[in-house]
């Protein structure tokens, strides 16, 4: 019986996770701030914009993190023998990423 070992397991690095955790704080400031306009009863143009502003801005973080996994967590995996289900991996998160753009 062939016994094959997974991938190894890979993370983000430190400074793409900082900058992810960035991002995210970002995102829940523009949240917050929409809230607020519907407290103050802003228009709904001016709310749109906002919300369209942070869906422009949930998708750089799609891109960033896609980015991240390329560098980082698939260049891990490139030379062991489970490379080609990581690429099936990454294939399915863009499929999901995109499937949302």
């Known amino acids: 019986m062939k016994t094959t070992t997974p991938p190894p397991a890979v993370f983000?690095?430190?400074?793409?996770?900082?900058?992810?955790?960035?991002?995210?704080?970002?995102?829940n400031g523009q949240v917050v701030g929409i809230?607020?306009?519907?407290?103050?009863?802003?228009?709904?143009?001016?709310?749109?914009?906002?919300?369209?502003?942070?869906?422009?801005?949930?998708?750089?973080?799609s891109v960033a993190l896609l980015r991240a996994h390329?560098?980082?967590?698939?260049?891990?995996c490139s030379d062991h023998p489970q490379s080609r289900d990581a690429l099936e991996s990454l294939k399915g998160a863009l499929a999901r990423v995109l499937k949302y753009a």
């Not at 802003?42 to 906002?50: G, H, P, V, W």
């Open 70 to 76: 390329l560098e980082g967590c698939q260049e891990a």
């Open 35 to 61: 809230e607020r306009m519907l407290d103050e009863r802003k228009t709904c143009d001016e709310i749109l914009i906002q919300v369209a502003a942070l869906k422009q801005a949930v998708g750089a973080v």
């Open 12 to 27: 983000l690095n430190e400074e793409a996770s900082h900058g992810l955790r960035n991002r995210l704080r970002r995102l």
